[in-house]
C-alpha cells in the first residue's frame, strides 16, 4: 500500500470516527427499581443533600443517560455522577435537568399552534363525536380553533396523538456520558436539592411540684422535593451552614400542591432515640433505621426522650431600664447639688414572667446538643386531665449550657415599684464634659397571693459604671450594669427589696 493509500484510509476512519460522535447518541434509562440505597441529609435551611446508588447496565462508548426519579427541586450545578468502584472509567460530558413535568395544563400548553382531538359525548344517546381543533392559547384558559370558529374553555375531552419528547411523567436528571467500559456498573448521584425542610419541636410535661419534666424531642420533616425516597437512612444537620443565593437560576415552582394528607407521624416510646455527633462545627443527627419519605408528605420522628429532667421555676421582674427612668432625675442646679423628696410612682403592681429552667447536662438527665425549636410545656390539673401552660422558642443549646423558656406570666405574684428620693452630688470633670454624680434609692414590693412561697428574681440595669451602696439582701453583677436579686416571698404575704445606687450620669 502507498503513502498516499494509507492516507486515504486514515482519512476515512477519522470521517466514520466523527460521523459515530455525530449521531443521535443512544439513550440509557434508569427508574427507581435500579436504586440499590438512598441517604439524606436535610439542613435546616431548607436545603438537604441526596446520596443515591443504582446498578445500571451501561454501553461503551458516548451515550445519554436518563436518571429519572430524581428531586424536581434538584440543584443541577451540584450534581456528582461517578463510578464507584472506577471513577476514571465513566466521564460526564453534559448534563441537563428535566422538571417539565405532564400535567393537563402542561401538555395543553405544548400543543399551542398544533392540532388536537375534541370528543365531544351526545347527552341523549350517549355517542361520541370528535372534531380536529387547533390550540391557539393556554394563557388564563383555553382558546381553541375549530374549523371555522373560535371556542373558549374545553367543550369536551382533549384527545392528543402523543407526550411531548421534553415532557416528562418524573424529574429526570439527562446526562451525556462515556464509559470506558459496558456491563452493569455500581453508580452514585450526588446533588443538593432544594425542597426539604425540617424542624425541632419538643413536648414537655411538668410533674405536680414543678421541679421535674419528661422531654421529648422530634424532627418534623416535610418533603415538598416532588420525588418520593423509599427505605432513606436519614440524618439531620443543626447549625448555620452558609448557603449562596444564586438569583440568576431559574427556580422552578412545584406544579402540585402540597397535599398533607399523608402525614405521618414515627413517635412510638420503643423507637431507638437519634444518635447526635458533634461534625465540624455544627451538630448531625443520624436515625438509626431506614424510613421511606412520600412525595408531599411530613412526617414526625422520635430526636430524643428523657425522663426526670430537674427544673426550675423562676418568676422574674425586670426594671423599665436605667434609661427609662433617668428623665425622671431632677437637677436643682447646674453644678448638681441639692436633693429632691419626691417619690414616684411608677405605675401599677407588675406580674412577673414565669419561666422554667434546665442545665443540658447529664447531671439533669440531659446532655445532649439540643437543636432550635419551639418547646411547648404541659401538666396535669388535680383531675388528671393535660393543661398547656405556654410555649416558647430556644436556640441550638450546645451541651452544659442553660435553658430557659418562657410560659407566661405569674397571676398571683406582683410587684410594684417605688423611687424613695434622688440626691444629685457635685459632678467631677470629665474628658469633654462634667459628669454628674447621683444617688437614688428604690424600693420594690413583692406581693404573693399563693398557699405556698415562690421563689423571685429580679434584674435592674444600672449604668455601666455605677455602684449599689447598700441592698435589703444579697445582690449579684451580671456584668454591664445588670444587677441580680433573688430571695423567696412566703406565702400569702409581700418581701420588701430596698436598695441604693450611686451612677455616673454622663
Not at 73 to 78: A, K, V
Not at 485 to 491: F, L, Y
Request: charged share 25%; glycine share 6%.
Amino acid at each position: 500500500m502507498n503513502i498516499h493509500s494509507c492516507v486515504s484510509v486514515a482519512l476515512l476512519a477519522s470521517v466514520f470516527s466523527s460521523a459515530s460522535y455525530a449521531r443521535e447518541p443512544k439513550t440509557l434509562k434508569s427508574q427507581l427499581k435500579d436504586q440499590t440505597s438512598v441517604s439524606l441529609t436535610v439542613y435546616s435551611n431548607g436545603r438537604s443533600m441526596i446520596r443515591e446508588r443504582r446498578k445500571i447496565k451501561l454501553d461503551k462508548g458516548v451515550f445519554a443517560l436518563e436518571f429519572q426519579d430524581v428531586s424536581s427541586r434538584m440543584l443541577s450545578e451540584t450534581a456528582q455522577l461517578r463510578n464507584v468502584k472506577s471513577p476514571r472509567d465513566l466521564v460526564v460530558l453534559e448534563q441537563n435537568l428535566e422538571f417539565d413535568l405532564l400535567s393537563p395544563a402542561k401538555l395543553l400548553e405544548k400543543f399551542v399552534g398544533r392540532s388536537v382531538s375534541v370528543v365531544r359525548t351526545h347527552p341523549t344517546n350517549g355517542l361520541d363525536s370528535s372534531e380536529t381543533a387547533e390550540v391557539l392559547s393556554t394563557q388564563n384558559g383555553v382558546v381553541l380553533k375549530v374549523k371555522d370558529r373560535i371556542e373558549t374553555g374545553v367543550p369536551g375531552r382533549i384527545v392528543f396523538p402523543e407526550v411531548p419528547e421534553n415532557l416528562r411523567a418524573e424529574p429526570t436528571l439527562s446526562l451525556l456520558v462515556e464509559s470506558d467500559k459496558g456491563g452493569v456498573q455500581d453508580l452514585e448521584l450526588n446533588y443538593l436539592s432544594e425542597g426539604l425542610t425540617w424542624k425541632a419541636d419538643y413536648i414537655a410535661n411538668l410533674n405536680s411540684t414543678d421541679d421535674r419534666l419528661e422531654l421529648t424531642g422530634f424532627v418534623t420533616l416535610t418533603n415538598q422535593s416532588g420525588t418520593s425516597f423509599s427505605n432513606a437512612q436519614l440524618q439531620f444537620m443543626a447549625g448555620q451552614v452558609q448557603t449562596v443565593q444564586n438569583n440568576n437560576r431559574y427556580k422552578m415552582k412545584l406544579r402540585r400542591s402540597a397535599d398533607f394528607s399523608n402525614d405521618s407521624a414515627e413517635m412510638s416510646a420503643g423507637v431507638p432515640q437519634m444518635q447526635g455527633e458533634s461534625f465540624f462545627e455544627y451538630h448531625l443527627y443520624t436515625l438509626p433505621r431506614q424510613t421511606t419519605l412520600l412525595s408531599n408528605q411530613t412526617k414526625q420522628l422520635t430526636l430524643l426522650q428523657a425522663s426526670e429532667v430537674k427544673v426550675r421555676k423562676e418568676i422574674l421582674f425586670k426594671s423599665s431600664g436605667y434609661y427609662d427612668i433617668s428623665d425622671n432625675f431632677i437637677f436643682e442646679d447646674d453644678r448638681g447639688e441639692g436633693e429632691s423628696a419626691d417619690s414616684i410612682e411608677l405605675g401599677k403592681p407588675v406580674q412577673g414572667g414565669v419561666f422554667i429552667a434546665f442545665e443540658n447536662n447529664k447531671v439533669s438527665g440531659l446532655g445532649s446538643a439540643l437543636p432550635a425549636g419551639i418547646v411547648r410545656v404541659y401538666k396535669r390539673d388535680s383531675a388528671t386531665l393535660s393543661q398547656f401552660l405556654g410555649e416558647d422558642r430556644i436556640s441550638h443549646v450546645p451541651e452544659n449550657e442553660s435553658v430557659r423558656v418562657r410560659l407566661g406570666s405569674s397571676f398571683d405574684v406582683t410587684a410594684r415599684k417605688k423611687r424613695l428620693k434622688i440626691k444629685n452630688l457635685p459632678s467631677i470633670r470629665g474628658m469633654r464634659k462634667d459628669i454628674r454624680i447621683v444617688e437614688y434609692t428604690e424600693r420594690i414590693t413583692f406581693k404573693n397571693a399563693k398557699d405556698a412561697e415562690q421563689k423571685i428574681i429580679y434584674r435592674d440595669s444600672l449604668p455601666a459604671d455605677s455602684e449599689v451602696l447598700k441592698s435589703s439582701f444579697k445582690h449579684k453583677s451580671l456584668g454591664n450594669g445588670n444587677t441580680e436579686w433573688s430571695a423567696q416571698v412566703p406565702a400569702k404575704g409581700k418581701l420588701v427589696l430596698e436598695y441604693t445606687v450611686r451612677a455616673k450620669l454622663d
